[in-house]
């Protein structure tokens, strides 16, 4: 008994390990056929149009209010911690150095999978679950050009210019703060961050993080609900699936990317 | 009706991006229109750069002129060569001024500082500035000081 | 072309497996061409997988589904998406696209399959839903109509393209008994006037043998019997009779496989 169950076991495990080889080849397939597949996007520019609305548009809100007030804690906690420097005058540099590298492509890409990246699992899950999804497939549409293809091309559009709205708003929240309340004076804390921030490095590096972001999290948002079991709780379970998983690849891959391109080798 | 609000509205947003791009660009990383064109090279080779790191500015008479490209070590003098990349504004540097690595505050960032010389000839593109005093490096100088106490008591 | 010219859909040899779970082990099913062909069989014995494997939504194990002379699992991704064009199939939701309204549904697979002009569409929609008898309901979205009504633009919109196989997936599950009527008048009238092969997948008896040509009754994965509605009636095959006479117990038994009774309800846990 005790030997069979420890064969159980790693039986089992080899399961588990089988069964994440087949989820990563089905999504990679997934993902080939909806964007290089015959016929490009499916139902052409409207749809992308109506997806970037729905999935870049409706972010906006969230995006702003967040970036705002990151900005501005970033400029309080900043001016504390530099102030007792005497060098309060570098708190525009940490705010627009943070949000750049950091806080932009990664809290929009966490705020992003669970406002748009849950919501784009919901409505494909659902599409699913009613069978619109085979109905489209009878009647002969690709639902993979016509669903998902718009879906995963906004995704990828909107994230990185939500990531870019997000620092600009953040470092103005931050001026804000650090200028008009606490009497930064104004020419240094910009000035301080034009001379430390860089197009290349900087701004161009962040930009590049969130694209990566992008791919990643309506990559999973999509696949979630293009995979979910047909049923309430599967779209259920699917859309905390997309959420954990986007974060947690989000996390792990800002690390990477950062290391990459900020560390020395 | 409602297709035109989505229009309407992927526009606004489309240019919010565009817009945050040339913010970032132009506002925040301080990305001029043309930055390669009108700046030129100098060379100064310091015994001890300890602490300046690329892109530190180099300032003359507090007012920044230009910035530190790279920084590598002469092989043949065991020296720290640093470029310099200069506006082409401030062509008119004598040959003897000083280049001396300052920092900014008592803990502040490390910068180059430039005081001009007396000489009629002057620096051009890719010329060396001899002239340079290196980065005060903490311990050598309290090392000094430490060494200077003891061989006073020793008299 | 192997595929008889008679029998608009052939499966053969068909099997099907989920996982270790086999559900179709070597079917054999013909349907003839223009008629009503029933396919009939117990909840749970797979009669919408079978639709789906007709359709190619589901891909077989081993076998061949030829529809039309083409043998479906050959064939590469956009020239099955091409073949399927030529069939239409009303899921059991009707799977209505929820953000369209009633004439966007009807007029979809015009506007992605056709270059027809606007009024064309419009007229070609019109014609439809007037078949359908729900002409009058073009503007609503899908979530002000009722559940027969969901099922009859779904049909409308089936129909759009004019298929030459149209597929019901169990068409009168959960329906009043006017809309299960109207169902069954509309499933008989679009076979004749619009000369298609219909296949209705169902477990409602008396629907299906009232309009079908032929039946199929499927179960235990393999096809138990088939004729004739009349056939069927008088067939010998005890399984099948009960089927068709609706007895609780029989060859298929009231009871879940289980211990013995007595010793469950005797015997210590």
Redesign the interface.
Known sequence: MRKTSLIEKVRLFGRSGIDIVEVLGRSTIFLFHALLGRGGIGGGFGLL??Q??SV??MS?VIIVVSGVFIGMVLALQGFNILSS???EQAVGQMV?LTL?RELGPVVTALLFAGRAGSALTAEIGNMKATEQLSSLEMIGVDPLKYIVAPRLWAGFI?L???A??F??VG?WGGSWVAVDWLGVYDGSY?AN???????SG??LNG?IKSIVFAFVVTWIAVFQGYDCEPTSEGISRATTKTVVYASLAVLGLDFILTALMFGDF | MQNRT??I??G???L??I???L???L?????SASPAADTYKLYAYFDNIAGLTV?A?VTMAGV?IGKVTAIDLDRDSFTGRVTLQLDKKVDNLPTDSTASILTA????EKYIGISVGGEEALLKDGSTIHDTQSSLVLEDLIGKFLLNTVSKDAK | MSADNAYAVELKGLSFKRGTRSIFNNVDIRIPRGKVTGIMGPSGCGKTTLLRLMGMQLRPTAGEVWVNGQNLPTLSRSDLFDARKHMGVLFQSGALFTDLDVFENVAFPLRVHTQLSEEMIRDIVLLKLQAVGLRGAIDLMPDELSGGMKRRVALARAIALDPQILMYDEPFVGQDPIAMGVLVRLIRLLNDALGITSIVVSHDLAETASIADYLYVVGDGQVLGQGTPEELMNADNPRIRQFMTGDPDGPVPFHFPAADYRSDLLGKR
């Open positions: 149009l109506k970037l609305h870049g548009v906006l420097y005497g060098s627009a750049l909107s990185p210019l939500l870019m709205i620092s600009v470092i910009w961050m034009q001379n430390s921030v860089t197009f900087d701004v930009i | 989505v229009e509205g992927v606004l947003f489309l919010a991006g817009l945050a791009l913010l970032l660009a506002r925040v990383s301080g990305l892109r500015k920044t505050g008592l803990l502040g």
